[in-house]
């Protein structure tokens, strides 16, 4: 392919990226500078400068078993990362293309470790950076829920698979002062968290609404998905009670609709903040995806293919709901509930109210904190907040 196609298409790809993301300078000049295009050598020069995932291994059916990030998220990774020259770095998950940035990042006096459990990844991942002169990123066969102890500890840890626990060896191999990135699950929302180690602690300093690939091997869980209807599900930790039957008898009944009066510009990042408060205020949350949703003669809902919030008692189910949505036009989501069941009138109504706690409370304010309490110690006592527990960790979130 002409080396002038990839550059601009690559300049093309930063623009798109700097439109919708702020990033530093040195970001910037490692995204201008890294061809992504030779990390995705089966694919044409046009689809690999895409602000798009890139499915690079499917199984027999063809579905997607393993995607690279898209670029955008990557580099707001790489950006809450704040990575320096000369830096050690473990970057957990074989994206051979994000790797690239970070040795951009900390140049010849740095060094980059990449590890992921899949052979074949690896050996992809080698490949591709090899090609594009990367030839000083380790990249090998690790499972990444145990970080990688012969190379720590680590002035930066960067973890590209979305998982719900957070294993003590990210902690344990982190310098103190140092920052991690990873892709945290919190109740079925996927947010990018940059947190910086605190002594024993892991302590939030910023969350960005992302999507990600699931991490496979040890420390992959998976979500407890409820069919409630024909192309309705709903999705919640597996931690959480959902009686599937009482839900799917629910929806069949008569429902209760009302506006909060709130709307939300789109695009801003508001309605991901709404959605964080209702994860940590509610004691139930869940999302609710649907391809459709009938009642007895005609749609309850607009289908929300993307999911929208939801919460829950034995018999009953609310959700916010946004009737009418033009977001091609770029008009305001207007925020309503529905709710179905026994119990939906109470339950629609508190759902509306904490909407309307948020938006006279927490609207455009800073987001809340998240602290990262290894099982390993035992911990007298926790700030108070919406506790999350795991297999290795506690998490706390808190509204400061």
Known sequence: MPAGEASWRRAAMVERILAVESVSARVEAALRTVPRHLFFPDISTEVAYEDSSV?????????????????????????QLRVGPGQRILQVGCDGYTAGLLAELVGSAGSVVMIDLDQDAVHRARTCLNAAGYTGV???????????PLRAPFDRILVTAKATDIPPAYIDQLVDGGRIVLPLQIRGLSRSVGFCRVGEILVSESIRPCDFPRMHGAGARQRATAILAAGVRLEATVAQDVDAD???DALLGPRHVLSTGVTLPPGDGLLASLELWLATVRTTY????????????????PTVPGGVSAVWSDDSLASLTYPAADTVNGADLDVSVIAWGPDRFRLGDILAYDVQIWDAQRRGGPDPTIRVYPSTIAWESLPPGRLIDTPSAQIMITWD
């Open 286 to 301: 869940g999302r609710v995806y649907a391809e459709q949703i009938a009642d007895q003669q005609t749609p309850l809902a």
């Open 138 to 148: 380790a990249v090998l066969v690790s499972n990444g829920h145990f970080g990688f």
């Open 246 to 248: 009482a839900l799917r």
């Open 55 to 79: 499915v690079t291994k499917r199984a027999f059916d063809g579905s997607a078993v393993r995607t690279a990030l898209r670029p955008s998220v990557a580099a707001v990774m790489v950006e």
